[in-house]
């Protein structure tokens, strides 16, 4: 492609970035300069999509510039903080005007409503992929890790889980839904992260992690990084109405526990935390469910409503993630 | 490619990082979690490397994982900073162990060498790409950036230009060298981000730019970002004995100025610092070559020995960039 073409890429994410006072130079010198704020600490993550892995041909460029940078903020939601700056490298075969256009409309919606600045990035020809790095502040030693649950612990959701994975099903032409799938594919295609849950998480949970590859597979990252095990009970998980539909008429709970693409959070509170945690969720955005609790050994085990445990369900759906 | 796969290929990337005080948290969580050093600014620059384009199927993992960092941290280099940290986010077609045991070398022994930490990334099946995300610091308000070049100035390169382009001439069939290609395979192959002429200007350039599409076109940048035109001499420009053998056989002076890929820098000095430069260019690993000077206008305008000015140099060659 040639640089012409670039340079016209570039415009269209140009404009309507959050002005920030720590963004000292953004985009258009060798780097980008930026004020990190004193006393914090920076969290860093990076996330790429890839055309025919993550999503399909075809795929609505606006919701993929929701999502791109969606799945990092959603890590920076896991870790308690702030987000600030995010960088793009965009890889695409040939510069369309129509899809840069929808997909930066959902990239700097979003990056402004979380008061984001796109500082910098990189243009380049190839096969369509995008890669976001997210940066944000936590105070210092607050950081909510994935190591820190222990014994006793109580397990909590945020949101819903398993519309992203039902709409998979529905993509994939395996299930029907009678109505909803609207909601289904707007959860799939444009997942809030949860930041503010995130942030009054600080001081209150013990660890946090967010769910894209599915419950069980991300609480046993927690398990796995905090020495303990995990049991969920399945009736408490919070399902929506098309996915209790689903459930009801023979669907797999693999699909709630093990399809990803939720982008929720998953947290364990200490029992002395319990009553703090009361107060915070009252003022959240989004509900806060518990689903079980940490216990000794190292698996996640998933219990149904007549006591039975559910097994098989990560090896069985890996596919999905 | 199986989760597990991944898990494979995080560990050709766990060992031999250089360890740094400010990694509070490397790979392995969310996020990482580093601690900013009081009082500097932070300069973040992105850069990504597709097969296919920035480089032909087959190429030596080594020399990829190399670059791959280098011209990022030549981006650093270009702003003054000292690099701190970085980001991988690979995106490959299979995980082949013996590949990634390659890029990962190369990737790794330049990152010690500047003592940089790799704190995270995402492993993604796809076509094969690369995109490094890096960070370093500079002292608040002395970041050399494209747009403090002034009218009198003097304009210098590190090292010398051309063998890069040549190398690609030579990749191409167009041009067959006498002998030295090793060499030019190197230059082009594992390139120096020079880090250390970068700090060393803190205070002492008035604009800096990397060099990775040609001095014409880079220096290019720093007139339109400075208000300001530059003439270079030809004659001037350092080059390699290979590169003078290919000019005096009616080589293209395109090659040396307008081919790119020498992620060497270019500065331009202000008469009050031609002191103090002096010092400091004798304590540098690297060449420093008067080329040109700042003049008043717009345009970089090439004079060759005889006085003429060279034209239609950049247009020409950007198909190499």
């Given at each position: 492609?040639?640089?012409?073409?670039?340079?016209?890429?570039?415009?269209?994410?140009?404009?309507?970035?959050?002005?920030?006072?720590?963004?000292?130079?953004?985009?258009?010198?060798?780097?980008?300069?930026?004020?990190?704020?004193?006393?914090?600490?920076?969290?860093?993550?990076?996330?790429?999509?890839?055309?025919?892995?993550?999503?399909?041909?075809?795929?609505?460029?606006?919701?993929?510039?929701?999502?791109?940078?969606?799945?990092?903020?959603?890590?920076?939601?896991?870790?308690?903080?702030?987000?600030?700056?995010?960088?793009?490298?965009?890889?695409?075969?040939?510069?369309?005007?129509?899809?840069?256009?929808?997909?930066?409309?959902?990239?700097?919606?979003?990056?402004?409503?979380?008061?984001?600045?796109?500082?910098?990035?990189?243009?380049?020809?190839?096969?369509?992929?995008?890669?976001?790095?997210?940066?944000?502040?936590?105070?210092?030693?607050?950081a909510l890790r994935r190591s820190g649950a222990n014994v006793g612990d109580q397990i909590y959701v945020t949101g819903q889980l398993g519309d992203a994975g039902l709409a998979l099903l529905v993509q994939k032409g395996v299930y029907v839904p009678e109505n909803g799938l609207p909601q289904l594919q707007q959860r799939l295609d444009r997942p809030q992260p949860r930041l503010a849950a995130g942030q009054a998480m600080v001081g209150v949970a013990s660890a946090v992690i967010d769910i894209s590859d599915g419950l069980v597979s991300d609480l046993g990252h927690i398990c796995k990084r905090s020495g303990v095990g995990a049991r969920v009970y399945l009736e408490k998980i919070p399902i929506s109405k098309e996915v209790t539909k689903y459930l009801q008429t023979g669907g797999h709970w693999g699909t709630v526990i093990a399809a990803g693409d939720d982008y929720e959070l998953c947290i364990t509170v200490p029992p002395a935390q319990e009553s703090t945690l009361e107060t915070v969720a009252a003022g959240l955005d989004c509900d806060l469910t518990l689903v079980g609790e940490v216990v000794a050994g190292s698996e996640v085990t998933c219990i149904q409503s007549d006591g039975s445990v559910v097994t098989g369900v990560t090896s069985g759906y890996q596919h999905f993630t």
């Open positions: 492609m040639p640089l012409a073409e670039f340079d016209l890429i570039r415009e269209y994410f140009s404009h309507a970035t959050a002005s920030r006072d720590d963004v000292i130079l953004g985009v258009g010198d060798d780097c980008a300069l930026l004020q990190p704020p004193a006393g914090m600490e920076m969290a860093i993550t990076t996330d790429t999509l890839v055309e025919g892995v993550h999503f399909s041909p075809g795929a609505d460029p606006e919701a993929l510039g929701h999502k791109s940078l969606a799945v990092n903020l959603s890590d920076l939601a896991a870790m308690g903080a702030q987000p600030s700056w995010v960088t793009l490298a965009l890889t695409m075969p040939a510069s369309e005007p129509e899809w840069l256009k929808g997909f930066s409309r959902g990239f700097l919606a979003l990056a402004q409503k979380h008061h984001v600045a796109l500082i910098g990035g990189d243009t380049t020809s190839g096969p369509l992929s995008i890669t976001v790095t997210a940066h944000g502040f936590v105070d210092s030693h607050k």
